[in-house]
């Protein structure tokens, strides 16, 4: 019987990584089965490091580990199935953004099988599709939900009402929509054929497109607390220089 102290071959994608020493790092890990996790990687630094070229963002891997404590040493790592090397370009900041939203809410050692799934279909996507916003949002929106997070698409906040195709609603971070019925107002208003379109996971429509992304980008600022996302910096920043 294996030891449970030691994992073997686990399917797993290397979120990020940091120095611990002259030689080896620290990387976060997203496995499949144990979620986020933390190993040393010792030697990872050295030029003839059997890591060294296989500790990448976005590489699908097979990684084994062993230890008690919460930092946990790395053993082995291996390539698994098919290697997404090309998103680059104009997707590469959206890659990184999913990494840290998974650092950033994830919490160590809880495990979220379904949306490793996820995460692993949207990496494909980011690597294939032109339009990469259809599963940006879709995976912000699960992720939200398996953290506890979850935005109520069905209901209004208040009443408790379904959401309606013909009414316009108000969106509060934290709380949820509630019906706005003065079409005057300033306020950021959301048709509610939209809300039942983005609860239903259909991203046809460019006016759904766009207000799933604020509503989502609204709940995840408010959740993260006033932290800053690095990739949401460095996405503002190319917007300024381009726009110069």
């Not at 379904?114 to 990469?132: G, M, P, R, V, W």
């Not at 506890?148 to 929509?177: D, H, R």
């Amino acid at each position: 019987m294996a030891r449970k102290d030691i994992i073997e071959n686990e399917p797993s994608f290397l979120i990020h990584q940091r120095p611990y020493s002259e030689t080896s790092q620290i990387i976060h890990v997203f496995s499949h089965r144990f979620g986020r996790i933390d190993l040393i990687a010792k030697g990872s630094k050295r030029p003839k490091s059997k890591f060294k070229s296989l500790l990448q963002p976005f590489l699908p891997l097979r990684l084994s580990w062993s230890g008690k404590s919460q930092l946990k040493t790395l053993r082995e790592a291996e390539i698994s199935g098919e290697n997404i090397s090309n998103i680059k370009g104009k997707h590469l900041i959206p890659a990184f953004y999913l990494n840290e939203l998974i650092l950033s809410f994830l919490k160590i050692a809880d495990p979220y099988p379904d949306l490793f799934k996820l995460y692993t279909a949207t990496l494909h996507d980011l690597s294939e599709l032109k339009s990469i916003e259809p599963s940006l949002r879709r995976f912000e929106i699960f992720l939200l939900s398996e953290i506890g997070y979850a935005i109520n698409f069905e209901t209004e906040t208040l009443s408790q009402k379904p959401i309606e195709a013909g009414l316009n609603y108000v969106f509060t971070a934290g709380q949820g929509f509630v019906s706005k019925r003065d079409q005057n107002s300033g306020s950021f208003l959301i048709k509610g054929l939209w809300i039942k379109a983005i609860n239903e996971g259909d991203f046809s429509d460019p006016e759904t497109l766009r207000c799933a992304k604020k509503i989502v980008r609204l709940s995840i600022q408010y959740h993260l607390d006033g932290k800053e996302l690095m990739s949401k910096k460095v996405f503002k920043s190319i917007e300024r220089k381009s726009g110069e």
